[in-house]
Nanobody, 124 residues
Framework: QVQLVESGGGLVQAGGSLRLSCAAS????????VAWFRQAPGNEREFVSV????????DYTDSVKGRFTISRDNAKKTVYLQMNSLKPEDTAVYFC?????????????????WGQGTQVTVSS
């Protein structure tokens, strides 16, 4: 079982940047694909990005392509989400999640392990 802890959220003005981190407790972290999801008040949890086990492949939802970059450092058991050119509509609680198997999974039901979330607020 892997435990995930997110950090790096905060309040930023539109156009600004934040880097989120997802740190894992499990030594076999490199065997998991890791994704970021977000949930705004009143909305369902939505897929943001996913990175494969080795970090060679990544996928993004259309609304963040060109602005967000996912990466991972398996030696540090950490996945990052660099968020640039932030918009007010990016405001949400951001969660990281881990799953084995196929890497390009966009459905939250496919992920077994979740962090507690970190709040990102973008002011206009």
């Amino acid at each position: 079982q892997v435990q995930l802890v997110e950090s790096g959220g905060g309040l930023v003005q539109a156009g600004g940047s934040l880097r989120l981190s997802c740190a894992a407790s499990e030594g076999s972290f490199s065997t998991y694909n890791v994704a970021w999801f977000r949930q705004a008040p009143g909305n369902e949890r939505e897929f943001v990005s996913v990175i494969s086990r080795g970090g060679m492949s990544a996928d993004y939802t259309d609304s963040v392509k060109g602005r967000f970059t996912i990466s991972r450092d398996n030696a540090k058991k950490t996945v990052y989400l660099q968020m640039n050119s932030l918009k007010p509509e990016d405001t949400a609680v951001y969660f990281c999640a881990a799953a084995g198997g196929q890497w390009r999974l966009r459905n939250s039901d496919d992920y077994s392990y979740w962090g507690q979330g970190t709040q990102v607020t973008v002011s206009s």
